[in-house]
């Protein structure tokens, strides 16, 4: 279980408190067992770490040693897990001996964890609005000239003219039902549905279809799409992925290459490796942007 929120944090860390503040050392084993249990459930950790030193640090206090080696103890339970004593509370009985005790737990990691996590789920949400405003960019384009062809069509044109017609339909409509499949890859990621095959893969056949698909967007824009696939050794994959892998590099570098420029697609085998270069006439990558460019 993960919580990130801070009410879960304090709700977590008012139950330690409750079970620890103040606890009755006679039935000490049954009350901390039940309250580390509830209020590690509720923020999302194991404690079995410190039943040891749990136990470790009562024995030390029946045997007459002071409230500080137990805060000692308790504050260096482990590495992973920074146990911080607070104001203790302690009631003697006439001989002297620690009837009831109290002691406040602050996972330290634990709320750096929370907090990473905090802002790796904004960093997911920001990561999946960019996209739906990149999809929505990416669906105007073809979506407006599937509707400008069908309705030229509709009220008729030149029989030279609706071969035309029919390719650029297909052709965008072939690019909006990309788009559209990557919108639901990015859904089966944050589900963790995700599925991924492995198999043999004919890279020299693959990426030729892929720059086929490509070349009628290419020449309405106005772009050169240069082609050299070299005979490479078979690779095991899922062609899938790799195919949207090329298209998108593809896709990419058509859309930021200025009219009049190029785009050249090479492979070739380098020693038992295979490299697919694309290479285009565009305006490139920021340099602030490159550091971060594979990054996650």
């Known amino acids: 279980m993960l919580l990130v929120g801070q009410e879960a944090v304090t709700d977590g860390v008012r139950v330690l408190w409750a079970a620890l503040w103040p606890w009755s050392v006679a039935p000490a084993s049954v009350l901390v067992a ?132 029919a390719q650029v339909i297909r052709s965008n409509a072939k690019m909006t039902a990309r788009v559209a499949e990557d919108l639901i890859d990015v859904s089966r990621i944050a589900l963790g549905e995700m599925r991924f095959v492995r198999e043999h893969v004919d890279l020299r056949t693959l990426v030729s279809n892929c720059v086929a698909s490509r070349e009628a967007s290419a020449r309405e824009a106005g772009i050169e799409l240069e082609c050299a696939l070299t005979p490479v050794v078979g690779v095991e994959g899922d062609p899938v992925r790799l195919s949207q892998v090329v298209m998108n590099l593809l896709g990419n570098a058509i859309q930021y290459t200025p009219s009049g420029g190029h785009v050249r697609v090479t492979l070739w085998q380098s020693g038992v490796q295979v490299v697919l270069a694309v290479t285009d006439t565009g305006r490139g990558v920021r340099a602030a942007d490159v550091e971060r460019m594979f990054k996650p």
């Open 34 to 165: 039940s309250g580390l249990a509830e209020g590690s459930a509720r923020l999302g950790l194991e404690l079995a770490v410190s039943w040891f030193y749990v136990a470790t640090a009562f024995t030390a206090w029946l045997a007459g040693r002071g409230p500080g080696v137990v805060a000692s103890m308790l504050a260096t339970v482990s590495v992973e897990y920074l146990f911080i004593p607070g104001p203790g509370l302690t009631l003697t009985g006439g001989a002297a001996n620690a009837a009831r005790l109290g002691t406040f737990l602050f996972v330290s990691l634990l709320l750096s964890r929370l907090v990473s996590q905090r802002n790796l789920a904004w960093g997911s949400a920001r990561a999946k609005d960019e996209m739906l405003a990149r999809a929505s960019h990416e669906l105007r384009g073809p979506l407006n000239a599937i509707t400008t062809w069908a309705a030229l069509l509709e009220h008729g044109i030149a029989p030279e003219k609706q071969r035309q017609a």
